[in-house]
């Protein structure tokens, strides 16, 4: 937002795929296979309510603006859903709770104004966190964060930007580097790159990235068309979805 010269990012030319030895393959592709199997397990039913256009579309700007590469947007998209999964469960646990032993309900519009109130926040929070997870030498400090905060009229202390880091990681019980999609094109393009292939996979790594913003960006038609596709129903039930 300033106009300071950006760091240049890896090229696709630094990439290199069909160098890895045939058993480290099938070692990460049951590694994968095991995780996805679990994260298909554990999904909830409110999973892709927290990937509005509009918010991705945030993350994936904010990470460009900060010279984060394609890993970190997606891997903050991630995060956040997921965060934001779990406080919709604990607001729905504490309302239950409070039925069933008759106590005095809190203030639904409260609390509703006060995740409104950290949504931008926690967005942060989570585009930080994953930055800290890449391999990149950017990491974003925490004097950036609050810059970029002030600059939109949220003033926040370096004391509340650390809670903030913690109440996700806490709320995640620190598991906050899982595969992201982009890990699973990568290590299929690595497959291909071994094997060999007519596309350079370079080529095809820079075509899938272009791919997974619009899967990311359009989530919720981009999922309603491939699962009438699967089950050959133009109308799935909400069971099947």
Known sequence: MNGRVRPKLASLSDFQFGAVATETIEDVLLHLAQQNEQAVQEAAGRMGSF????????????????????????????????????????????????????????????????????????LVSCVQLASKLSFHYKIISNITVLNFLQALGYIHTKEELLESELDVLKSLNFQINLPTPLAYVEMLLEVLGYN??????????????????????????????LLRASIENSTPSQLQG
């Open 51 to 122: 990937r509005e256009t509009r918010i991705v579309e945030f993350v994936f700007l904010l990470s460009e603006q900060w010279c984060l590469e394609k890993s970190v947007s997606y891997q903050a998209v991630e995060i956040l859903e997921r965060f934001m999964v779990k406080q919709a469960e604990n607001i729905c646990r504490q309302a239950t709770t409070q039925l069933r032993e008759k106590t005095e309900p809190q203030n639904w519009r409260a609390l509703k104004e006060q995740l409104f109130n950290k949504f931008i926040l926690r």
């Open 196 to 225: 060999g292939c007519s596309v350079p996979a370079t080529r095809l790594h820079a075509t899938c990235l272009t791919l997974l913003d619009l899967v990311y960006l359009l989530h919720e038609p981009v999922y309603e068309s």
